[in-house]
């Protein structure tokens, strides 16, 4: 699976920023989204994820529930992360990667694949 993230800019204190992640290569629905995040000097933090396998199954870091917003389109092979009030804090490079261990979903390490990053900057 290869991913493409894009959609990463400058905006401003409670704007909202949609970021999207074109997966392209093997059968998507076979893996589950994740999207990731890394500010300078800091470890890579979980932000999201989606699964299709049956019902969709969402899952969010606590910092961003109720802000960001994981939604996929199966038939374009793409995941998106809607943001909206973002937050000076919110600020790091962001990335996509595909997984197959939900019960790991947390977890850099157990995604098989990653995008390249996008990055995200909210000024105050």
């Known amino acids: 699976v290869q991913l493409q993230a894009s959609g990463g800019g400058l905006v401003q204190a409670g704007d909202s920023l949609r970021l999207s992640c074109v997966a392209s290569g093997r059968t998507f629905s076979n893996y589950y989204m994740g999207w990731f995040r890394q500010a300078p000097g800091k470890e890579r933090e979980f932000v999201g994820a989606?699964?299709?396998?049956?019902?969709?199954?969402?899952y969010y870091a606590n910092s961003v529930k109720g802000r960001f917003t994981i939604s996929g389109d199966n038939a374009k092979n793409t995941v998106y992360l809607q943001m909206n009030s973002l937050k000076p804090e919110d600020t790091a490079v962001y990335y996509c990667?595909?997984?197959?261990?939900?019960?790991?979903?947390?977890?850099?390490?157990?995604?098989?694949?990653w995008g390249q990053g996008t990055q995200v900057t909210v000024s105050s």
């Open positions: 990667a595909a997984g197959r261990v939900w019960a790991l979903v947390t977890v850099p390490t157990s995604y098989d694949y």
């Open positions: 989606i699964s299709w396998r049956g019902a969709s199954t969402y």
